[in-house]
């Protein structure tokens, strides 16, 4: 599984290829993309100096794939149904489980934490949780300036509140929980444990 990140990585440009190829609107998809892109090119110049481990990669994928396919439908309208209907839903909820998915990050964080020893697991953690709330923090007052910014139909697309007047609270509320269900996986499996720092 040494070759892991790097067959990921394959599967990942080519379904990014794909999904950049007529994109409901291409102003959303390069507000949608633009994270996406820069944190794909951040791992890809880190590998060298810093190997995470396989499921910390495969969590950072998950989000990656799923703002993806968000980027080319636009989040509200990515089709979705089947899971309402599971529900019962009547709010398409695709743009709910990628605010999840963005707390997976707080588990890479911890692991470099305390792969390279800079603090305890408790600093770690609390560190790991208080950052993914930052950034979903930003993010949504991003995501407000753009709206302004841009305005009509791309603007309300990129905000994809839906109507729901407490979108930025809730988004907000998924980024913790997912960053908390992370770190408790993390606990789990302690990967600082057993796979050594590769600058020792």
């Known amino acids: ?28 998809w390069w507000a949608e993309n633009l994270p996406v892109m820069a944190v794909f090119a951040f791992l890809a110049l880190a590998y060298r100096n810093f190997r995470f481990s396989n499921t910390a990669y495969a969590l950072m994928a998950f989000w990656m794939f799923w703002h993806t396919m968000g980027g080319h439908y636009t989040f509200a309208n990515v089709p979705f149904g089947w899971f309402s209907d599971l529900f019962g839903f009547e709010r398409n ?3 709910r489980i990628g605010h999840f998915s963005v707390g997976f990050y707080a588990y ?17 953690t609390l560190f790991s949780l208080f950052s993914i709330m930052s950034v979903a923090c930003g993010y949504e007052i991003i995501e407000w300036w753009f709206a302004v910014l841009e305005g009509g139909d791309a603007g309300l697309e990129f ?18 929980l997912g960053a908390m269900a992370s770190l408790g996986l993390y606990q789990l499996i302690r990967p600082h444990r057993f796979l050594a720092t590769q600058q020792d």
């Open 108 to 124: 890479p964080i911890a692991e470099y934490l305390l792969r390279k020893r800079l603090c305890g697991p408790v600093l770690a």
């Open 1 to 28: 599984m040494k070759r892991f990140p790097l067959l990921l990585a394959v599967v990942f440009v080519i379904y990014w290829a794909v999904l950049a190829i007529a994109p409901v609107s291409r102003t959303v």
């Open 93 to 95: 909820h695709f743009d």
């Open 159 to 176: 905000l994809g509140s839906q109507g729901d007047i407490w979108d930025a609270q809730k988004d907000m509320l998924l980024d913790t």
